[in-house]
């Protein structure tokens, strides 16, 4: 098969290009991906929603944390704030650190 964009020589890269035409940017993007395993569909896209007004104080996993998620999915914007409550870890003490290590 011949290179889809040169029609000179053989296809010998992805998208059905030869080595030329696949390294360049500007005829590579003309071609899209004909591999059956190539990211495609929705959520690949590189649109991000916008963010929410304001973070929610509301704790991961609790009943008000999920009615903010259901409030934001439904005005279309993004469902993480960089800003939200996160959950605190309690501190580790040292010496289950060591025993987790297999060092104790």
């Known amino acids: 098969m011949l290179c889809r964009s040169c029609n000179k020589v053989r296809s010998n890269r992805p998208r059905g290009l030869c080595y030329s035409c696949y390294y360049k940017p500007e005829v590579r993007a003309l071609f899209p991906s004909t591999s059956k395993f190539a990211r495609k569909g929705s959520g ?36 993480w704030h960089p800003m939200d409550a996160v959950k605190e870890l309690p501190a580790l003490e040292s010496p289950l650190v060591y025993q987790l290590a297999g060092v104790a």
């Open 44 to 79: 690949i896209d590189v649109y991000l929603p916008p963010l929410s007004n304001e973070p929610t104080v509301a704790s991961p996993g609790s009943e008000d944390k999920i009615l903010v998620l259901m409030e934001r999915a439904r005005n279309g914007q993004c469902l």
